[in-house]
């Protein structure tokens, strides 16, 4: 099973980083912008650099707990996730 996870709104990100502290298996800081993004390797398409691109994934459910925590701790709620097509946050 997998785990889809988006950022969004993804403008709102305030770069604080903890996405990347916790789950640094799933989210990275954008050199240009400063703002969160999916690791390359979980985008649809790795190879595109459209804002749509990076703010969404699919990630293996092992990473669930980190995923879940940096949702949690999100000081703007702007991580979000799904399992089996419910959202979970």
Not at 53 to 78: F, H, K
Request: hydrophobic share 30%; with cysteine.
């Amino acid at each position: 099973m997998t785990i889809k996870v988006w950022i969004e709104p993804r403008e709102n990100c305030i770069a604080d980083m903890v996405c990347v502290s916790l789950c640094p298996d799933v989210f990275q800081m954008n050199e240009i912008d400063g703002k969160a993004e999916i690791v390359n390797k979980w985008r649809p398409d790795p190879d595109k650099k459209e804002q749509g691109t990076r703010s969404e994934g699919t990630v293996p459910d092992e990473l669930q707990d980190c995923v879940d925590a940096a949702s949690q701790s999100c000081p703007t709620q702007i991580i979000h996730y799904s399992k089996d097509g419910q959202q979970m946050h």
